[in-house]
């Protein structure tokens, strides 16, 4: 498996894709908690194979684009006791989030 970020149609990974929309003076404390969480706790489960943090230029949003080797994989993941510590305190900062696994369908490049 890849150990960056590879964005493919018919990849045989999960991604998350999970949008937090948080007031503008918390969004640091979030983007800090979720590189601090995926330091120390994600990238070290099986099937992780790379997370990326994005906060929106309005201040109102973080985005955590995440890919592991398989549903199963996350899904496991978040049976995880530490790693479930680390969610609810990014779930506290936030007013609400919104996680789903998607595939890739389409990819375009210029």
Do not use: C, K
Request: glycine share 2%; hydrophobic share 45%.
């Amino acid at each position: 498996m890849p150990a960056t970020t590879t964005i493919t149609v018919d990849a045989p990974i999960a991604t998350l894709i999970n949008v937090f929309t948080v007031p503008a003076d918390r969004q640091r404390r979030l983007v800090d908690l979720l590189v601090r969480a995926t330091e120390e706790v994600m990238q070290h489960q099986p099937g992780f194979i790379a997370a990326n943090i994005h906060a929106s230029a309005d201040g109102t949003r973080v985005v955590n684009y995440a890919q592991w080797e398989s549903a199963e994989a996350f899904h496991a993941m978040l049976e995880n006791p530490v790693a479930r510590e680390h969610m609810g305190e990014a779930a506290a900062l936030a007013d609400q989030f919104d996680p789903h696994l998607y595939t890739v369908e389409s990819v375009h490049h210029h």
